[in-house]
């Protein structure tokens, strides 16, 4: 049967969860950690690496590591002058002045990039399960605008998921602690 995960789709790490005997439980990826960097690499040699395989070439391959893809998602390339900045990959206006990276004279969409990272995070869910996950909720930051949410949900798809929904990262960390419970205290999240 397929199974639900909810999906923190971060600007440096990345982290997926599934509701197991009653309670959210974190999945751990194929190297058995928790958290997968959000960070996807393309090697010289046309070899696509995406988590902690990709950060751990970062530093000899620069222009060819794409990380902080968030930062850029549903964005137009006028808007994001400061971001590209502060990356070391090349990022130009594609189609429409979107946002893009350009990688070994290809262009990627930061939702193309981020499709990758969730792929991962599915893919490892679903062998630590032993389930196939089709179906995920997904957070973003409570700023994200409608081109943005519309855009973390394009890449839920691209990376075969059906998107649930998409729900701002405060609300997901209430419910996580159990604001659902309804007991009479004050709480800051």
Do not use: C
């Not at 990758?116 to 994200?144: H, Q, W």
């Amino acid at each position: 049967m397929a199974k639900a995960a909810g999906i923190d789709l971060g600007t440096t790490n990345s982290v997926i969860a599934a509701w197991e005997g009653g309670e959210a439980k974190v999945l751990p990826n194929a190297e058995g950690a928790r958290t997968t960097p959000s960070v996807v690499a393309f090697t010289e040699s046309g070899e696509r690496l995406v988590g902690q395989l990709a950060r751990r070439q970062s530093i000899l391959n620069p222009k060819g590591t794409i990380y902080s893809a968030k930062r850029f998602i549903g964005r137009r390339y006028d808007e994001v002058s400061e971001e590209a900045k502060a990356v070391a990959f090349d990022v130009v206006a594609g189609p429409n002045n979107a946002a893009r990276f350009e990688v070994r004279g290809k262009q990627y969409s930061p939702e193309e990039i981020s499709a990758l990272v969730l792929r991962k995070l599915v893919d490892d869910g679903s062998k630590f399960l032993g389930e196939k996950i089709t179906e995920a909720v997904i957070t973003v930051p409570a700023y994200f605008n409608d081109a943005q949410r519309t855009a973390t949900k394009d890449a839920g798809r691209i990376a075969g998921l059906e998107v649930l929904r998409i729900i701002n990262e405060p609300t997901a960390a209430a419910l996580a602690y159990g604001l659902d419970k309804r007991e009479h205290e004050t709480v800051l999240v």
